[in-house]
Nanobody, 121 residues
Framework: QVQLAESGGGLVQAGGSLRLSCAAS????????MGWFRQAPGKVRENVAS????????YYADSVKGRFTISRDNAKNTVYVQMNSLKPEDTAVYYC??????????????WGQGTQVTVSS
């Protein structure tokens, strides 16, 4: 089992920045690819960013490319997403997730509880 706990959400004005953190505990963190997802009310869940176990490969959704940066610190069992130039449409609950089969498979085994990000216009 892997337990994931997100933090860093909040209310920010459009154009502002937030950094979300996801702390993992349980099995070896470096064995897992990690992803950040978001879900806004009435919308499907979106994979906004992912990173492989060694941080040598990353993926970004077109909607956040150039504004969000995913990173990880395997020594701290933590994955981050730095979100800059935030827009009201970035408002959502953000979740981190861990994949034992690789981010490219789209299959994630463990999920956090989520943290709310609200961007005001």
């Amino acid at each position: 089992q892997v337990q994931l706990a997100e933090s860093g959400g909040g209310l920010v004005q459009a154009g502002g920045s937030l950094r979300l953190s996801c702390a993992a505990s349980g099995r070896t963190f470096s064995n897992y690819a990690m992803g950040w997802f978001r879900q806004a009310p009435g919308k499907v869940r979106e994979n906004v960013a992912s990173i492989n176990w060694s941080a040598t490969r990353t993926y970004y959704a077109d909607s956040v490319k150039g504004r969000f940066t995913i990173s990880r610190d395997n020594a701290k069992n933590t994955v981050y997403v730095q979100m800059n130039s935030l827009k009201p449409e970035d408002t959502a609950v953000y979740y981190c997730a861990a994949s034992s089969s690789g981010a490219a498979t789209g299959r994630y085994d463990y999920w956090g509880q989520g943290t709310q990000v609200t961007v005001s216009s």
